[in-house]
């Protein structure tokens, strides 16, 4: 068992896997992308993995409480069905999470309402074939699921494959498309990374050691727009479109490099040996600068140059493999596997600080109202002020004793999908926090 946490990840979201980051300034749509998405509004909405501008970053005007507890700040707790790592979403007056009955290998996507936590629809969007073998700490269902404000997209594993599913907002299947084939054979680890939208695409990738991918699909009609091979090599982070170095660029790490590719085309930009076979959480970046850090055989954090020129500006022996980091006005704050935050200048990775806290990690940071949100697995929530000189906590809440989902900010709410474990059976909840 530690030999595979020592190599495996739960990606979730990674869940699944990851992240990015600008400085605490309004979030610029256009830079961001979500102005593709008309329907969609940064402000009443966090309708993917990482957020609006796909970072961690909650609007500036967010503000979510910062203490809470089970009797406490809880607008509603609704129970989740079933397993999944995969992090809430929310778009208008509905809450999604895409989760999985392992017992009786059934995928499935939820809705809850909103303002109450009422269940609003559950629908089954696949029946057996679950892979024999996953790693304790995944799930069948830990991508985190993407909403253009018209459709749904999830990306399930089974029958040896990756298969991409859309849905609409009230749970009817619009079409589905195999993916590519997915069946990790050395380490059976499951699957984790979460679909990516961009202008008129849906982004996934497979990454085993088969013929590994990055595919985009058209939104409207499923239709394969590219596909591009990737090493034979098990990996787990999810993709991420930052728009750095002054164009938009598609960035993966893993594979024992940083890569970049063209969103529209899925042509190479440039690649950079770098951080280790595998890694779980999204890259972060700012201006031109990139951050990804891993994972397996080795531990390095890295900062490139995204210019193309591969410049290596510093690298380090840290970890934090599952979950993201998150970059604020220059500095990176990473809290690592076995609990220890560090925040370190982005241009020169200089260390500002560095604070014990309680490990291991998986869920990822989001930044909103001021503070770092970021919670550990045993379900510690770490509240936190972003400050270069001195570790400056909050407060430090709990709620359940599982976390490995990444929060949702919206406004003034928030919100968590954790879970209870006791004498070897779980119970997840999905909590508004307000």
């Not at 253009?148 to 009230?170: C, K, M, N, P």
């Not at 979460?194 to 590994?212: C, D, F, T």
Request: proline content about 7%; some cysteine; hydrophobic content about 35%.
């Amino acid at each position: 068992m530690n030999l595979w946490k020592a190599f495996v990840p739960h990606l979730w979201l990674l869940t699944i896997c990851g992240l990015g980051l600008f400085a605490s300034t309004p979030v610029d749509a256009e830079d961001r992308g979500i102005a593709d998405f008309p329907k969609l509004s940064p402000k009443t909405d966090w309708p993917w993995w990482r957020g609006p501008s796909r970072n961690g970053y909650a609007q500036p005007d967010a503000q979510p409480p910062t203490e809470f507890s089970a009797s406490n700040h809880v607008k509603w707790k609704a129970q989740v069905p079933g397993r999944g790592h995969g992090s809430p979403i929310v778009v208008g007056s509905k809450v999604f999470l895409p989760t999985a009955d392992e017992a009786a290998q059934i995928h499935s996507v939820i809705a809850f309402d909103r303002n109450t936590g009422k269940k609003l629809w559950e629908t089954e969007v696949n029946r057996g074939a679950f892979p024999e073998n996953n790693h304790p700490k995944n799930t069948e269902a830990s991508p985190t699921i993407a909403c253009d404000g018209e459709r749904l997209f999830i990306s399930f594993y089974h029958h040896d494959q990756v298969e991409l599913i859309a849905l609409t907002l009230d749970g009817k299947v619009s079409w589905r498309k195999f993916a590519g084939r997915f069946k990790p054979m050395r380490f059976e680890y499951g699957y984790a990374p979460s679909p990516l939208l961009y202008q008129n695409s849906v982004i996934v990738s497979a990454e085993w050691e088969g013929e590994s991918f990055i595919a985009a699909f058209d939104r409207q009609t499923g239709k394969p727009l590219w596909k591009t091979p990737r090493a034979g090599m098990l990996t787990f982070s999810s993709p991420v479109i930052a728009h750095v170095a002054g164009k938009d660029q598609l960035l993966i790490s893993g594979q024992e490099k940083i890569s970049a590719y063209n969103p529209t085309t899925g042509k190479l930009l440039w690649s950079t040996p770098g951080t280790t076979m595998a890694t779980c959480g999204t890259m972060i970046w700012e201006d031109d600068i990139v951050v990804a850090s891993g994972g397996y055989p080795k531990a390095e954090t890295i900062a490139v140059k995204a210019d193309g020129s591969g410049k290596v500006l510093w690298k380090n022996n840290q970890k934090c493999y599952e979950q993201s980091m998150i970059l604020i006005d220059g500095y990176v704050y990473a809290l690592t596997d076995n609990g220890v935050m560090f925040c370190w200048n982005a241009e020169t990775g200089k260390e500002m600080w560095k604070q014990r806290l309680t490990g291991p990690v998986s869920a990822s940071p989001v930044y909103a109202g001021g503070y770092i949100y970021w919670a550990n697995e045993l379900g510690t929530m770490y509240v936190f002020k972003p400050n270069p000189q001195k570790y400056e906590e909050v407060a430090r809440n709990t709620l359940g004793n599982s976390t490995f989902a990444s929060p949702a900010v919206v406004g003034k709410e928030l919100f968590l999908r954790v879970g209870e474990e006791s004498g070897g059976s779980r119970q997840e909840w999905l909590y508004c926090l307000e």
